[in-house]
């Protein structure tokens, strides 16, 4: 059985592949968490893989901590993927390939074996990405944007006497207007979300003279979900299905690496 891990910047994601499936995903918070300690405690009771597949934009020290738990279990060999120019019909639009976050990639990877229409991937955690891909499989490009962790640390480090607390999310509803502070925040960022999504479900609609398929993932996609008036297919677990399909390429040698 192959592992596969998504170490995104805030939460640590794993799941077993297995006879062509992504088997009982499973995730945890790892801010202010030391890395190889939290291997130790949440896959303690994992079974053995045959070797594991690694998608990390959380930086070096989690790469450590992966190739340390990997050498004390018998010395699994361990891949750790990598952002290319090309991959199962879809071509990276980045002028430097490498560019591309590879959770973005591998995400745009298994979107694109679930439709053949223009679709919108929406990564929607630490950060709010976007990346949009013609019928043909090319990437046309993206955005990035804040995510609202990273929107109210920043408010708060700008204006230290605003009484802020990321942990006490609670969006209300699109246009509401607040009677306290962190409410005013919380809408106020809300509308801008969701204005900013239905004006590009339009604009893109328009521009690609066709119905674009928007995919919905990350680890904030839930408390957005429930805001967007038009239809997304939500995908909890995009990044670790396209990591399954890098990782069945790689280890075949499927003729499109590049």
């Known amino acids: 059985m192959i592992l596969l891990v998504d170490i995104g910047n805030a939460r640590l994601k794993?799941?077993?592949?297995?006879?062509?499936r992504v088997n009982n995903p499973q995730g945890v918070l790892h801010k202010g968490h030391a890395p190889d300690a939290l291997l130790e405690e949440k896959w303690q009771a994992l079974d053995v893989p045959s070797s594991l597949w690694v998608s990390n934009v959380a930086g070096l020290s989690f790469q450590k901590a992966i190739m340390l738990w990997a050498q004390k279990c018998g010395h699994i060999p361990i891949h750790f993927a990598?952002?290319?120019k090309k991959q199962r019909g879809v071509q990276n639009g980045y002028t430097r390939p490498e560019q591309l976050g590879i959770d973005r990639?591998?995400?745009?990877?298994?979107?694109?074996?679930?439709?053949?229409?223009?679709?919108?991937?929406?990564?929607?955690?630490?950060?709010?990405?976007?990346?949009?891909?013609?019928?043909?499989?090319?990437?046309l490009g993206g955005h990035i944007l804040p995510g609202w962790h990273i929107w109210i640390r920043t408010l708060k480090a700008?204006?230290?006497q605003l009484e802020l607390e990321?942990?006490?999310?609670?969006?209300?509803?699109?246009?509401?207007?607040?009677?306290?502070?962190?409410?005013?925040?919380?809408?106020?960022?809300l509308t801008c979300v969701v204005g900013y999504l239905h004006f590009?479900?339009?604009?893109?609609?328009?521009?690609m003279g066709c119905e674009v398929q928007w995919i919905l993932t990350g680890g904030d996609a839930p408390l957005?979900?429930?805001?967007?008036?038009?239809?997304?297919m939500f995908k909890p677990h995009l990044v670790l299905e396209g990591l399954a399909f890098y990782a069945l390429d790689n280890e075949i040698g499927a003729p499109e690496r590049t």
Do not use: M
């Open 82 to 84: 990598h952002t290319l």
């Open 166 to 189: 990321a942990s006490k999310l609670c969006f209300g509803q699109v246009g509401n207007l607040a009677h306290n502070t962190l409410q005013g925040v919380e809408f106020g960022y």
């Open 224 to 232: 957005l979900l429930p805001h967007l008036s038009f239809p997304v």
């Open 158 to 160: 700008q204006f230290p």
């Open 200 to 207: 590009l479900f339009h604009r893109l609609k328009e521009d």
């Open 105 to 139: 990639w591998l995400a745009l990877i298994a979107a694109h074996q679930t439709t053949r229409a223009p679709f919108c991937v929406v990564d929607y955690g630490s950060a709010l990405t976007l990346d949009l891909v013609d019928r043909e499989g090319q990437h």
């Open 14 to 20: 794993w799941a077993f592949y297995h006879e062509g």
